[in-house]
């Protein structure tokens, strides 16, 4: 499932914006299939422009029939009558889908026979310091076992010793889901800590949510702003 809104508060419309001679959104949705790693693949957006871009080029499109603030709400009312398990949610502004990291979150689910699992997700270590304290890119600490412990736009772990082996963690957007986990989100309400972060993925630990995380080398090009259309253009070519 591809989560896909027109309106995007810091870059609006820019699903739309050309990418090699194709929208955006839909070099992710060719980008996606071509994986050939899922039984099937969907835009699901709330956006007329999307929508036909996608059905009219031999794509697979949902319309989303509420309003929805995120993308999880947005994929659960998509797949809430599906025959489903598992459901893996690719950004809409990730053109340059990375297969070796969705077979990893796939086969975590293969290898939870006990379905200790809830979601997976994928993270990438950063060492720069100015992206460990960019408000924009999300950190995420973990347990021994690749748990998440917590998500924040904060520097997290704080650094107050040195030298101590501390790591830190990007997130990356890409979720895999059991089919029961969003659809509860779908159906809890907010609760302080992701109203305060403005960050999805907290709802499902602050509900006791398990997500295990995955570590990729590929940080591909998340398109938010202009610059990063940009950058993706140069690496299009």
Request: hydrophobic fraction near 40%; aromatic fraction near 10%; charged fraction near 30%.
């Amino acid at each position: 499932m591809i989560p896909a809104r027109y309106s995007a508060t810091r870059f609006p419309g820019k699903l739309m914006q050309d990418l090699g001679g194709k929208p955006v959104i839909r070099r992710t949705y060719e980008a996606a299939v071509a994986t050939n790693l899922f039984d099937d693949v969907f835009v699901v957006t709330d956006s007329d422009i999307i929508f036909n871009e996608i059905v009219s080029n031999g794509g697979k499109a949902i319309m989303s029939k509420k309003e929805h603030e995120c993308g999880s709400d947005r994929i659960a009312e998509a797949v809430e009558f599906m025959d489903i398990d598992v459901v893996i949610n690719v950004q809409g502004d990730e053109p340059f889908t990375d297969r070796e990291s969705l077979v990893k979150l796939i086969e975590v689910f293969k290898n939870d026979t006990k379905k200790e699992v809830d979601l997976a997700s994928l993270m990438v270590e950063i060492t720069d310091e100015d992206e460990i304290q960019n408000p924009n890119t999300v950190k995420v600490i973990i347990d021994r076992y690749n748990f998440a412990l917590y998500f924040s736009r904060s520097p997290i772990p704080y650094a107050r010793a040195k030298n101590v082996g501390a790591k830190y963690y990007k997130h990356k957007g890409v979720y895999a889901f059991r089919k029961q986990a969003i659809l509860d989100f779908y159906n809890l309400p907010m609760l302080p800590l992701e109203a305060s972060e403005k960050l999805e993925q907290l709802r499902y630990l602050e509900y006791g949510k398990r997500i295990k995380m995955i570590v990729t080398q590929s940080e591909g090009i998340e398109i938010d702003t202009p610059e990063d259309l940009e950058r993706a253009k140069k690496i299009w070519k």
